[in-house]
């Protein structure tokens, strides 16, 4: 998979990559200096089962832990992979 790229300003943010010429994207908020609220993953029907939105979460947890920062979950496919990681419970 081609590198996970991440942007973020004073409110938002986001992480994206592009696959076979398709972007998925995983959007948050920053809540204050210490939370994230991811709210939307986007994965193109052409990347669908390729791990790929599974791939933008798992880089959303590695930042969080690397930054003191905790994750609240609104995305429901965010939330469905982080409940099934146990390892990544810490974030929460």
Known sequence: MTEIH???ND???RYWTVVDGHEAE???SRLGSTQI??????VPD???GKG???KLVERAVLDARSEGRKIV???????????????WQDVL
């Open 11 to 13: 409110s938002k943010g």
């Open 46 to 48: 052409a990347l669908r």
């Open 52 to 54: 790929v939105g599974v």
């Open 6 to 8: 991440r942007e973020e």
């Open 37 to 42: 609220i991811i709210d939307h993953t986007g």
């Open 73 to 87: 979950p609104l995305c429901p496919f965010a939330k469905a992979q982080i409940a099934r990681h146990p390892e």
């Open 26 to 28: 995983m959007t948050f």
